[in-house]
């Protein structure tokens, strides 16, 4: 069994940065793309940056230049540096990824995590 857990939610003031990680856990034989997704009240659910194992990434434009998508094989572990954060970035972020197991290949979602911007 696979699990995906996301941390480093919270609350934040507008231009202040947060950092996310997720750590894929379980009988992982490899992980190929991670990625981060949110989805804001009312809402759909939308793609905010993606790396592949290869490290091609892909940003939505409203975070390219303020959030950063990283990755340490190593640990399984995929993380989201946001920076100079907005009002608009408050959402439910929640990770997504590819993973290689004894069940197969199989795309999996963290249970996600708040990331609210006020004042």
């Known amino acids: 069994q696979v699990q995906l857990v996301e941390s480093g939610g919270g609350l934040v003031q507008p231009g202040g940065s947060l950092r996310l990680s997720c750590a894929a856990s379980?009988?992982?034989?490899?992980?190929?793309?991670m990625a981060w997704y949110r989805q804001a009240p009312g809402n759909q659910r939308e793609l905010v940056a993606a790396l592949t194992r290869g490290g091609s990434t892909n940003y939505a434009g409203s975070v390219k230049g303020r959030f950063t998508i990283s990755r340490d094989d190593a640990k399984n572990t995929v993380y989201l540096q946001m920076n100079s954060l907005k009002f608009e970035d408050t959402a439910v972020y929640y990770c997504?990824?590819?993973?290689?197991?004894?069940?197969?290949?199989?795309?999996?979602w963290g249970q996600g995590t708040q990331v609210t911007v006020s004042s």
């Open positions: 997504n990824a590819d993973v290689a197991s004894g069940r197969g290949l199989i795309n999996y």
């Open positions: 379980g009988s992982i034989f490899g992980i190929y793309t």
